[in-house]
């Protein structure tokens, strides 16, 4: 079975620029985490859909950054505008019901010059 | 609040010896998990262990082994037979409990990352 899928893996903009990372979570899957990866805040969690809902965005930094899961198949991180400190990697996890496990996408490192 | 340390920013090990990766955390609630993950140089999160608070036994994955001390609030990582392909940075996370509305969110420690020498 495939895994979380994330894309782009690499994407490289200018400040300002508005920013789509993509992820696929495992099909059957009901819960879907994005985290965000730095060297000073290490890894962080952003937001969590249930259901396609979105459950807690307590994480999300500010209102630049948003996301949306349409489907089950499904969710977007966007950043609009981006700025050189979202340069991270950002990790998509999915996983079922009361779960003793997350599985994680390969990540979109992002850089914002 | 609840949080995870680890105090061991970097470790080294010989190939083939036991190493002891530590986590302790800290939680009023009675009801959580704790996770290992690890995270080689290629950048993916791998899923390596859980272990319940309710959960008498230690757990145990192949070289892998968690020495959970609750009274002690810690959850060490113990891998056996070290290899090459085990140098990563390794992460410690624990999860809240959740409620009807609420899953319970993946705290993370701020990693140890393990070398290990031929």
């Known amino acids: 079975d495939a895994g979380v899928i994330q894309s782009p893996r690499h994407e490289v903009t200018e400040m300002g620029q508005e920013v789509t990372l993509r992820c696929k979570p495992i099909?059957?899957?009901?819960?879907l985490f994005w985290y965000r990866q730095t060297m000073m805040r290490g890894l962080e969690l952003l937001i969590y859909f249930n259901n396609n809902v979105p459950i807690d965005d307590s994480g999300m930094p500010e209102d630049r950054f948003s996301a949306k899961m349409p489907n089950a198949s499904f969710s977007t991180l966007k950043i609009q505008p981006s700025e050189p400190r979202d340069s991270a990697v950002y990790f998509c996890?999915?996983?079922?019901?009361?779960?003793?496990?997350?599985?994680f996408g390969p990540g979109t490192r992002l850089t914002v010059l | 609040a609840q949080k995870i340390t680890q105090t061991q920013p970097g470790m080294f090990v010989q190939e083939k010896e036991a190493v002891t990766l530590d986590c302790t955390y800290d939680t009023s609630d009675q009801s959580y998990g704790l996770f290992w993950y690890k995270q080689p140089s290629s950048g993916e999160m791998i899923f390596l262990i859980y272990?319940?608070?309710?959960?008498?036994q230690n757990a145990t994955e192949g070289r892998y082994s968690l020495n959970f001390q609750k009274a002690r609030k810690s959850a060490n990582l113990v891998i056996s037979a070290s290899q090459l392909g085990d140098s990563a940075m390794y992460f410690c996370?624990?999860?809240?409990?959740?409620?009807?509305?609420?899953?319970?969110?993946?705290?993370f420690g701020q990693g140890t990352t393990l070398q290990v020498k031929p």
């Open positions: 996890a999915s996983t079922l019901g009361d779960w003793n496990e997350q599985f």
């Open positions: 272990q319940g608070s309710y959960d008498e």
């Open positions: 996370a624990m999860r809240e409990p959740g409620s009807t509305s609420n899953t319970g969110k993946l705290i």
């Open positions: 099909s059957g899957h009901d819960y």
